[in-house]
């Protein structure tokens, strides 16, 4: 079974403060991906991350940025947190296969709150 | 205009009803279509693929893509209350970047 966790489930920080959002995952994907899910919007991709030390804008980079120093991990990074960052924060994996289906595995969430 | 469109509902149905819920996209590069379920406090999971246009079929569930009118659907048969959950489409081109509706939110009632 895959298996993508996330640090944290609820994370209460303040404004201005720095924020980090680890992600793991165990079955070797080259692909990983950041995304913000807020009620109404969906989900909006983040930074994605197709190898260890790339990475690519997603819709929304504005405010964030990313590290991936070894292929199973994929940190977020809020450099100064602000209140309209407060939403959910889901990690997913995928690998390249041959049928092109390249399902994404999602991690539990973090829930983050910036006061 | 958004890429993807999905009615967030809710929609609220009997046990046993059969449920559809709908997609409309504008790009029409999208060629694998999928279906995500989220349970709530849980991350999205697939699960529905189809490549292309056509219906697949998988036990209670159908997934239908219409390119020509730019439609994709799910249906439910026999909806369980353990379907009650956030559905949400997310059509792809053949890269790595996925588009996910905003989801419909489905409560089946006992």
């Known amino acids: 079974d895959v298996k993508v966790t996330q640090s944290s489930r609820y994370l209460v920080k303040r404004t201005g403060e720095k924020v980090f959002l680890e992600c793991v995952q165990d079955m070797d994907h080259e692909n990983m991906f950041w995304y913000r899910q807020d009620p109404g919007l969906g989900l909006r991709l983040i930074y994605f991350?197709?190898?260890?030390?790339?990475?690519e804008k997603g819709d929304i980079p504005e405010g964030y940025s990313v590290s991936r120093e070894k292929k199973e991990r994929f940190s977020l990074i809020l450099e100064s947190a602000s209140t309209n960052q407060t939403s959910m924060y889901l990690c997913?994996?995928?690998?390249?296969?041959?049928?092109?289906?390249?399902?994404?595995?999602f991690g539990p969430g973090t829930r983050l709150t910036v006061l | 205009q958004k890429e993807v469109e999905q009615d967030p509902g809710p929609l609220s149905v009997p046990e046993g009803a059969i449920v559809s819920l709908n997609c409309t996209y504008s790009n029409s590069a999208f060629q694998y279509f999928m279906w995500y379920r989220q349970y709530s406090r849980k991350g999205p999971e697939l699960l529905m693929y189809t490549y292309s246009s056509g219906n697949k079929e998988d036990g209670r569930f159908t997934a239908q893509v219409d390119k020509s009118s730019k439609y994709i659907s799910l249906f439910i048969r026999d909806s369980q209350p353990s379907d009650s959950a956030t559905y949400l489409c997310?059509?792809?081109?053949?890269?790595?970047?996925?588009?996910f509706g905003a989801g419909t939110r489905l409560f089946v009632k006992a």
């Open positions: 991350s197709y190898d260890v030390k790339m990475k």
């Open positions: 997310a059509p792809r081109t053949g890269g790595f970047k996925t588009i």
């Open positions: 997913a994996s995928s690998f390249d296969g041959p049928s092109g289906r390249n399902e994404q595995f």
